[in-house]
């Protein structure tokens, strides 16, 4: 993302006055059995990048802060982020000594003093706190060496104030680099999350000594089990929602700040002791731990189809100067399009292919599927360069060589590209009353091939004077509920004109409430704790209640049945209808809805809001914090009605609702 208003939509009338809801606030709404076109598979999913600690810190479970030292400069203040002397350590971080791998060249150098009194060693502050955890069993290890130490070393998982909750006591130091592991089980809980991973010598022996510690790690249990995998919590979250679509790595994160801090897939594969790690985009330092497979396995896990992002020859050296921004010349180029070919085959390559058999070696023989390659990320800052020649240089060679894929172009929608683009992915962030108003504008596009990811959205504020909040900037921001009830306004007609776009993903999707970079997010956490917004409720209702078919509504929603938005669907395998329902003003309204078929004389509902709530005001700005995440949840419930053809409902101010019904006679009926 980037902190530029994108203003493209074209322009728009203002919002016609409602017409269709009259005193008493009824609407007349049939449903049709009117297929109007099948709905893509990708409909919803999400974009990924390493953003606000997201990966590092957020979704990669690992638990220890700068475990590698990576990405810093030795023998600065800097280079220990996250790790603290224990009674009168001295601790740097250093290259003079051999690192445990040529890709991790630096190491932490732990001096003892001559005179010791009691424990001494060094400790991790993980990010912004680690979660000690009754039952669950820690995997850790790391790499030490030291000319003349030889004594035990213990490690423990500690509160901040020295109660110990898990520790084990290690030996086998030499002086060569070793690799030492271990498992800590607590047997209660933390408090909080105040707490360390501590490294504790034997002091006696220790004294006058040095000792060399190379890229720690320490992880809780994961997702699904899986090593060096994803934290289950923020994990499980995601997943509940259903996505169809995963972009990733970036975002800019992709991009880097100069050609050769851009993100290199390369350098992202195989034992954590091969990834050099890189100083992302967004001012931390990337473990790629999350790299290329970890990605893509994570997609599968999802059940995601993977639109990969690839560098297209930029580099975001300063966000406030986008003209300034380094491009590759044209006769460059070469090698860079070289490399995104190898990056395919790795991923799509058969076992005998040169990168195919890295991957086989790497533990999975089979190759992933991949449709959708997305070249770059926001390029219509720098459209001259990409029009000219970086998205040809790219299409054409992976086109030649991989006929079956499909691109993504990421330039202004307006632009004129050779080849032309079929498929763009084009980014909002900008105001509740933007995300209303353009709940139509697909409704109007042209049906002349071209399709659109709606790869990041978000509404940014809902103050209409500041639509991207960029005077709350650099405070911490939840999604509100009406910033939400526009969003939804926004996915009906995204998915009502879902032949035009295949794809959408709501942005960021991650932020750690102690280091964050763009907000809201759609989930926020901290160390152990997490919260769910009520955007990330609106993705969950839309994703899990998917039909294979929209169908035409009478009236259709448009712009004189506002502030109600509403899109209706048909799952063919499930016989189940949907009807989608933003109501995104500050009254209450009635649908008096009628069916073009007939159901069993019940329905389930769906809703997201706070009815109880008033004044109005309060539950407009009602967010979910990681203090009180259960604000607005999204409430179940069935009703039944006589008609198995028509029920009454009322759509409550500011909410969100999705009803199902099912349908006995679908396809015979109207
Ligand atoms: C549904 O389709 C039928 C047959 O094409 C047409 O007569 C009818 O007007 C359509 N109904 C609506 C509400 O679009
Ligand atoms: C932790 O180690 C155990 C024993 O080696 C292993 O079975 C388990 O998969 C590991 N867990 C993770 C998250 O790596
Ligand atoms: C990864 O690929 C890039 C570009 O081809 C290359 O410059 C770099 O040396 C490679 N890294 C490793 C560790 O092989
Ligand atoms: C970034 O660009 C702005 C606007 O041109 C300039 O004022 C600033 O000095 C630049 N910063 C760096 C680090 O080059
Ligand atoms: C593997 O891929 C290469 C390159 O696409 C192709 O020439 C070869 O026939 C394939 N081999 C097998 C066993 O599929
Ligand atoms: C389809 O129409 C849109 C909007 O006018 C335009 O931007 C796009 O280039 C068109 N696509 C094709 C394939 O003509
Ligand atoms: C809304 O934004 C305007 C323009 O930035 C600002 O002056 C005003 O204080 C904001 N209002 C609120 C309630 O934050
Ligand atoms: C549902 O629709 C899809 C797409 O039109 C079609 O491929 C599939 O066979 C249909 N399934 C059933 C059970 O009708
Ligand atoms: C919600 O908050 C914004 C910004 O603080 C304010 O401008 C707006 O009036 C509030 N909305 C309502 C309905 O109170
Ligand atoms: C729905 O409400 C209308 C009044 O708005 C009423 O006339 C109608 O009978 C109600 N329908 C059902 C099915 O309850
Ligand atoms: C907007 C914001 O919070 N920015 C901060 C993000 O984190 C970096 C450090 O990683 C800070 O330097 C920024 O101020």
């Given at each position: 993302m980037i902190l530029q208003k994108l203003c493209l939509l074209g322009l728009f009338s203002p919002v016609a006055v409602r017409s269709l809801l009259t005193p008493p606030n009824a609407l007349n709404l049939e449903i049709t059995t009117n297929i109007t076109h099948e709905i893509p598979s990708t409909l919803y999913g999400y974009m990924w990048e390493?953003?606000?600690?997201?990966?590092?810190?957020?979704?990669?479970?690992?638990?220890?802060?700068n475990r590698a030292f990576q990405g810093v400069i030795p023998g600065?203040?800097?280079?220990?982020?996250a790790w603290q002397a224990h009674n009168g350590a001295r601790l740097s971080v250093t290259s003079k000594t051999e690192g445990v791998s040529s890709a991790l060249p630096n190491s932490l150098q732990v001096q003892i003093p001559k005179v010791v009194f009691g424990p001494v060693g060094f400790e991790n502050t993980g990010y912004w706190g680690l979660k000690v955890q009754e039952g669950w069993t820690y995997n850790g290890s790391f790499y030490v060496k030291s000319d003349t130490y030889t004594g035990s070393i213990t490690v423990s998982l500690k509160s901040?104030?020295?109660?110990?909750f898990a520790s084990q006591t290690l030996t086998g130091v030499s002086n060569a680099w070793v690799k030492l592991t271990f498992q800590l089980t607590p047997t209660v809980s933390a408090a909080n999350d105040d707490n360390v991973f501590s490294v504790i010598l034997d002091g006696g022996a220790a004294a006058g000594q040095t000792l060399y510690f190379g890229m720690f790690s320490l992880f809780p249990p994961t997702f699904k089990g899986r090593?060096?995998?994803?934290r289950i919590d923020l994990a499980e979250a995601m997943a509940a929602t259903n996505p169809t679509v995963w972009r990733f790595p970036g975002g800019n994160n992709l991009e880097g700040l100069s050609f050769d801090t851009r993100w290199k897939w390369n350098e992202t594969i195989g034992p954590l002791e091969n990834r050099p790690g890189r100083v992302g985009d967004w001012s931390y330092p990337n473990t790629d731990g999350l790299g290329l497979l970890e990605y893509l396995n994570w997609a599968e896990d999802l059940g995601a189809e993977p639109i990969l992002g690839v560098w297209s020859g930029i580099s975001t050296a300063n966000y406030s100067d986008l003209a300034d921004w380094p491009i590759v010349p044209e006769a460059d180029l070469q090698p860079y399009v070289e490399d995104v070919l190898n990056e395919i085959e790795f991923i799509v390559g058969n076992k005998s292919t040169k990168w195919g058999k890295v991957r086989a070696s790497l533990g999975r023989e089979e190759p992933y599927s991949l449709r959708f390659i997305e070249v770059g990320n926001e390029d219509q800052f720098q459209e001259d360069s990409y029009a000219a020649y970086r998205w040809s240089a790219f299409v054409n060679a992976i086109s030649a060589e991989y006929p079956e894929m499909e691109f993504l172009a990421t330039s202004f929608p307006s632009l004129a590209l050779n080849p032309p683009y079929k498929r763009i992915d084009f980014h909002q962030y900008d105001s509740a009353s933007f995300f209303e108003t353009n709940a139509f504008f697909f409704d109007t596009y042209p049906r002349n091939g071209t399709k659109w990811f709606v790869g990041e959205y978000a509404v940014t504020s809902t103050n209409e004077s500041n639509p991207l909040g960029l005077i709350t900037q650099g405070r911490l921001q939840y999604p509100s509920l009406a910033g939400s009830t526009a969003e939804a306004a926004f996915m009906t007609g995204m998915e009502r004109n879902s032949d035009v776009v295949f794809a959408s993903a709501y942005a960021p999707s991650l932020q750690h409430i102690r280091n964050y970079q763009w907000t809201p997010d759609i989930i926020s956490f901290d160390a152990s704790r997490m919260v769910r917004s009520t955007s990330y409720y609106v993705q969950q209702m839309f994703s899990s209640n998917r039909g294979t078919h929209v169908l035409t509504t009478n009236p259709p929603s448009d712009s004189t049945s506002v502030p109600l938005y509403w899109v209706a669907s048909y799952n063919n395998e499930t016989e189940v209808v949907f009807l989608k329902v933003s109501n995104t003003g500050t009254d209450d309204l009635v649908g008096n809805i009628v069916l073009d078929f007939s159901t069993p004389g019940f329905a389930t509902a769906i809703s997201l809001g706070t009815?109880?709530?008033?004044?109005i005001s309060e539950l407009f700005n009602i967010s979910n914090t990681i203090d009180e995440p259960d604000q607005v949840i999204p409430v179940a419930s069935s009703f039944s009605f006589q008609d198995p053809t028509r029920f009454n409902y009322t759509f409550p101010a500011t909410s969100i609702t999705v009803l199902a019904m099912q349908s006995l006679n679908f396809n015979n009926s109207g």
């Open positions: 390493d953003i606000n600690h997201s990966g590092d810190g957020g979704l990669y479970a690992e638990l220890l802060q600065t203040q800097n280079a220990l982020n901040s104030r020295g109660t110990v090593e060096n995998g994803m009815p109880a709530l008033s004044p």
